[in-house]
């Protein structure tokens, strides 16, 4: 029996090698194939829930800067009200015979200046903190992805709070720069312009393109040179006590902030929000030269000045209100027919349309809360795009 056997193995060993080969290999590759799937399945396990935990950091990152432009935005805003203040020009056009050239005058160019310097600082703030917020962003979530043994945390409260300080630098010393670089832009456009020049929206419109050509023409273009208007050239961190690693890591973030902002691509996204913004300050000031509707025999009547105000400098008769730059005028303006008119071939002179201009900026925030003049750099797609860019490359373990 046993004879048997050995014969009968004898003469198929060579099945049984090959069968034994063939079960032990596929029993090999099956385990095999299971830990590659288990490894693949924890390894996408993990790269969604950092994908996730990054998700759901870069939106806090982005809600906190959000609010943190919302809350500057006053203090931009009271800046540049205190230093182009149209009130006292109002008060004394209303209380004064004398001098309502030279007031008109003044009127014409701050208005037209602050209109320019809103949206050229509405653009450096928000595109300034986007960087910056989202930079320390990035950092502060390699901290905390670090293992848990090897964790050392970088971003100190400290070191946020002296690294965010610097956007105070615009308000206490930029805004002054800025100001005075538009002014200087403003006034020989707007110098040359009668007051009582009809102009249409498309004339508006080049006045504007004529201000940012001007303004980027200057070796003080303050798009090309953003880190001279929002960063102080020495980092003051005296009063936050920071250790040596707390100030290397502050310079490096200064740095890293300086060059992105000089970078051509930062550049050339500033330039295209501020066209972007003066295109919705337009849009803005087009729902004013729209025909009235209703009255139309009041439409082709002379307006009036009120009689403590005065007329316009160089007219001799009444044709305009002070007191409209403290309240925005509802009427439209046409020639007077019943039939359709473009807005493009609506005209308003310019004394009608200064209370229009300087009525868009005059208050910070309506009654919403919602602040118009800066909500519109925050919901710019291509700004948070920046910023997710931003934080995606600090993010990265290096």
């Known amino acids: 029996m046993f004879s048997r056997i050995k014969g009968f193995l004898g003469r198929h060993k060579k099945k049984f090698i090959f069968t034994g080969i063939l079960i032990g290999g596929t029993t090999l590759a099956v385990r095999y194939a299971k830990w590659k799937l288990r490894e693949w399945q924890e390894r996408e396990t993990k790269e969604f829930l ?4 990054r998700q759901q950091h870069f939106e806090s990152t982005e809600r906190t800067c959000n609010q943190t432009i919302v809350s500057l935005a006053p203090s931009v805003h009271e800046v540049v009200v205190q230093i182009f203040n149209t009130d006292d ?7 004064s015979g004398a001098n309502k050239i030279i007031l008109w005058d003044q009127l014409k160019v701050i208005s037209f200046t602050r209109a320019a310097v809103f949206v050229y600082a509405g653009t450096m703030l928000v595109l300034t903190l ?3 917020l989202n930079l320390i962003g990035g950092y502060m ?3 905390s992805a670090e293992e848990n043994s090897t964790k050392v945390t970088r971003i100190t409260s400290s070191l946020q709070e002296c690294f965010l300080s610097s956007c105070h630098f615009l308000i206490e010393h930029g805004m002054k720069e800025l100001c005075t670089l538009m002014e200087d832009k403003v006034k020989p456009i707007m110098e040359g312009i009668s007051l009582k020049k009809k102009l249409t929206l498309q004339d508006t419109e080049q006045l504007f393109w004529a201000i940012q050509a001007s303004v980027t023409a200057d070796s003080r273009d303050p798009i090309k040179s953003l880190p001279r208007y929002m960063m102080p050239a020495i980092q003051d961190n005296s009063a936050y006590n920071l250790s040596t690693s707390e100030t290397e890591m502050l310079q490096k973030m200064v740095t890293e902030t300086i060059d992105l902002l000089e970078s051509d691509e930062v550049t050339s996204l500033a330039a295209s929000s501020v066209s972007r913004a003066f295109t919705a300050f337009i849009d803005q000031i087009s729902d004013f030269f729209t025909p009235a509707q209703g009255n139309k025999a009041a439409l082709n009547a002379p307006h009036t000045l009120s009689s403590d105000l005065g007329p316009v400098a160089g007219s001799s008769k009444s044709t305009d209100s002070v007191a409209l730059i403290e309240n925005q005028s509802k009427n ?3 020639n007077g027919t019943a039939t359709f008119v473009h807005p493009n071939n609506v005209t308003m002179p310019l004394a009608k349309l200064l209370p229009v201009v300087n009525s868009i900026f005059q208050n910070n925030s309506r009654g919403d809360g919602i602040t118009p003049w800066i909500n519109q750099h925050i919901l710019n797609d291509k700004l948070k795009l920046l910023g997710a860019n931003v934080y995606e490359a600090f993010c990265q373990k290096v």
């Open 50 to 53: 950092e994908r996730t935990q």
């Open 89 to 95: 020009i109002v008060t004394q056009l209303r209380t």
């Open 130 to 132: 986007r960087i910056q």
């Open 141 to 143: 979530y390699q901290d």
């Open 332 to 334: 439209g303006y046409s």
